[in-house]
């Protein structure tokens, strides 16, 4: 697989959520969509979460403490669109704080 290609399956956000706020968020996001674009979790841990949905495609979810809240990445293979949109349904981080 070529760079080009894997980098269109990773996304990355900054929020002023928690980490765990951040993973319930994810929890919930995809757990409301019906059909072949929900997902459920199949592993989680503090700073990560893997969801499952249709036909087997995983979407992972790692957080990590950042200036002005919380950094997110995610990667997935078909379900980029969705992702995104969880991304940009979170919190912006906060700018004053990483002064």
Same mark, same amino acid.
């Given at each position: 697989?070529?760079?080009?290609?894997?980098?269109?399956? /990773? &996304? &990355?956000?900054?929020?002023?959520?928690?980490?765990?706020?951040?993973?319930?968020?994810?929890? =919930?996001?995809?757990?409301?969509?019906?059909?072949?674009?929900?997902?459920?979790?199949?592993?989680?841990?503090?700073?990560?979460?893997?969801?499952?949905? &249709?036909?087997? =495609?995983?979407?992972?979810?790692?957080?990590?403490?950042?200036?002005?809240?919380?950094?997110?990445?995610?990667?997935?293979?078909?379900?980029?669109?969705? /992702?995104?949109?969880?991304?940009?349904?979170?919190?912006?981080?906060?700018?004053?704080?990483?002064?």
């Amino acid at each position: 697989m070529s760079n080009h290609q894997r980098n269109r399956t /990773v &996304q &990355q956000a900054a929020t002023s959520l928690a980490p765990t706020g951040v993973l319930a968020a994810a929890k =919930e996001f995809f757990a409301r969509h019906s059909g072949v674009y929900s997902a459920f979790p199949e592993k989680e841990g503090p700073v990560h979460l893997t969801l499952r949905g &249709q036909g087997g =495609e995983e979407i992972a979810i790692g957080v990590a403490d950042a200036p002005g809240g919380t950094a997110v990445t995610a990667s997935t293979y078909m379900f980029d669109q969705q /992702v995104a949109r969880f991304l940009a349904s979170l919190p912006p981080a906060s700018a004053d704080a990483s002064a």
